[in-house]
């Protein structure tokens, strides 16, 4: 023990290097967590799921419109945790991809599941939830003013993906019975009416006149300042857009779907916008060729931000900036692109604090190994040694407990013999009438040699005179 403290005060300067190194690669990692954190669009997955779990089907007393929840969702086997996965699909234009083009996606996903029995019939609820949308310029006009904006036509459930910051009012969703409201940015808000609290307002696109439903905050990071620009923006119901451009396509759809295995979301959306499957897909994988050349490009977004997938994306970090396609990415997607290349450099700098450390230490582990004062043959032979010794104080004890016990027993016999009679031939021995010897009352035996006799006799007439 000695030794091992000598050395480490020896070289406490490594050591110290080594644990200054190690906190700033947890103040590094737990920097990384907090970016991928503020991804919420890259999150509905892990919301989903927590929610699936509580069956969310309360009812409430305040009327019977509220008697169940906004979104009813179940998991698929009662109160079990499902996995679920959130899959992106942006779309090229010149698709020209429609309601109709998102209609047969929803019925290739939903015949995936009841194919598996993972339908919704099983469990009541909804499984799984979507949201599209496209983006194109309009104007919209308030009395004599006219702005020109960015209006993003949404459906599905898209402020569920996106749940941008309500300064005022409410979302809208595609449930909603009139597709009349539409919501606004803070920079439109302020621009058109010099104000957030607009709720209720009213603006024109075209002949139509539309609601104001809310108001979202723009987020005022780096990257979003960059991708969002300084459009002002409003989110309205991409069938009203439809209403006054028909040609206008659908760029972008997303799913929450049941992920039970891996890749299983992944490959049920590849195959709903009749891409290669999984089996033609791990064949292309051979080629190590990370570009996509279809017109449709799909990323799981759940494990964008994992180490191991960082990794895979560092080692084709060269072939980022090459496009293949004709596909545009929303704002949204575009942060989360800006936040992979921050993760990565996070990651490449997180493994440089690491070689020092883990070099060093294997290092002064080896130094500790030189100067042991014992070997592996010393420690086998000395446990043999103990073993052979324990055995032999066995055997010991054993035998003289044994000896014990047969001393015990020889005393115990000798004093049996002490307590019981035993005839005695010492005593003198007295004549019968008949001139024969008796001892004790029984007369001994004439059967004796003539010389003893004679003795004995001669004895006795002495004894007799």
């Known amino acids: 023990m000695k030794v091992i403290k000598d050395y480490i005060v020896q070289h406490r300067r490594i050591l110290l290097i080594d644990a200054i190194l190690?906190?700033?690669?947890?103040?590094?990692?737990?920097?990384?967590?907090?970016?991928?954190?503020?991804?919420?669009?890259?999150?509905?997955?892990?919301?989903?799921e927590n929610d699936?779990?509580?069956?969310?089907?309360?009812?409430?007393?305040?009327?019977?419109?509220?008697?169940?929840?906004?979104?009813?969702?179940?998991?698929?086997v009662g109160e079990k945790r499902m996995p679920y996965a959130?899959?992106?699909?942006?779309?090229?234009?010149?698709?020209?991809?429609?309601?109709?083009?998102?209609?047969?996606?929803?019925?290739?996903?939903?015949?995936?599941?009841?194919?598996?029995?993972?339908?919704?019939?099983?469990?009541?609820?909804?499984?799984?939830?979507?949201?599209?949308?496209?983006?194109?310029?309009?104007s919209?006009?308030?009395?004599?003013?006219?702005?020109?904006?960015?209006?993003?036509?949404?459906?599905?459930?898209?402020?569920?993906?996106?749940?941008?910051?309500?300064?005022?009012?409410?979302?809208?969703?595609e449930s909603d019975i009139n597709h009349d409201r539409i919501v606004v940015d803070e920079n439109f808000a302020w621009t058109m009416f010099g104000s957030n609290d607009i709720v209720g307002m009213q603006v024109w696109y075209g002949d139509n006149i539309y609601y104001i439903a809310g108001v979202v905050k723009v987020d005022e990071d780096d990257i979003s300042e960059y991708a969002y620009g300084d459009q002002n923006r409003v989110y309205m119901m991409y069938d009203e857009l439809k209403k006054k451009n028909d040609s206008i396509p659908i760029t972008c759809y997303e799913v929450v779907y049941p992920n039970p295995i891996s890749n299983y979301a992944f490959y049920a959306v590849r195959t709903a916008y009749g891409l290669s499957d999984e089996e033609s897909d791990q064949l292309d994988k051979k080629k190590d060729n990370p570009l996509s050349f279809d017109d449709v490009e799909i990323i799981e977004n759940t494990k964008?931000?994992?180490?191991?997938?960082?990794?895979?994306?560092?080692k084709h970090w060269n072939l980022r900036t090459m496009r293949t396609?004709?596909?545009?990415?929303?704002?949204?997607?575009?942060?989360?692109?800006v936040c992979d290349e921050r993760l990565m450099i996070l990651l490449l700098l997180r493994l440089v604090l690491l070689v020092f450390p883990v070099i060093s230490i294997i290092w002064l582990i080896y130094g500790l190994w030189e100067r042991r004062t014992w070997t592996f043959k010393a420690l086998i032979v000395g446990k043999i040694d103990d073993l052979v010794e324990k055995r032999r104080a066995e055997k010991y004890y054993q035998q003289e407990n044994e000896?014990?016990?047969?001393?015990?027993?020889?005393?115990?016999?000798?004093?049996?013999?002490?307590?019981?009679?035993?005839?005695?031939?010492?005593?003198?021995?007295?004549?019968?009438?008949?001139?024969?010897?008796?001892?004790?009352?029984?007369?001994?035996?004439?059967?004796?040699?003539d010389d003893t006799e004679i003795e004995l006799v001669s004895v006795l007439d002495e004894d007799l005179l």
């Open 22 to 48: 190690l906190v700033i690669f947890l103040a590094v990692g737990r920097e990384a967590h907090k970016m991928a954190d503020a991804m919420v669009s890259q999150q509905e997955a892990a919301r989903w």
């Open 403 to 449: 000896n014990e016990e047969m001393e015990k027993q020889s005393e115990e016999g000798m004093t049996e013999d002490d307590e019981s009679p035993a005839t005695s031939y010492d005593e003198s021995p007295e004549i019968a009438d008949d001139g024969s010897l008796e001892a004790d009352g029984d007369v001994l035996p004439e059967t004796v040699e």
């Open 325 to 337: 396609s004709s596909i545009g990415y929303p704002f949204w997607e575009n942060i989360a692109r």
């Open 86 to 138: 959130q899959v992106s699909a942006f779309i090229s234009p010149g698709r020209m991809f429609d309601i109709d083009g998102i209609n047969d996606v929803r019925g290739s996903l939903q015949s995936t599941l009841v194919k598996d029995a993972r339908g919704e019939s099983q469990t009541g609820g909804r499984v799984w939830i979507d949201a599209y949308s496209c983006e194109t310029d309009i």
């Open 52 to 76: 699936a779990v509580t069956n969310v089907t309360k009812k409430k007393d305040d009327g019977p419109d509220k008697n169940k929840k906004k979104l009813n969702i179940r998991s698929l």
């Open 140 to 173: 919209l006009r308030k009395d004599s003013n006219n702005l020109s904006v960015k209006a993003v036509g949404i459906g599905g459930d898209f402020f569920q993906f996106h749940p941008m910051k309500l300064l005022s009012g409410s979302y809208i969703s």
């Open 304 to 314: 964008r931000y994992n180490d191991m997938e960082l990794l895979l994306k560092v």
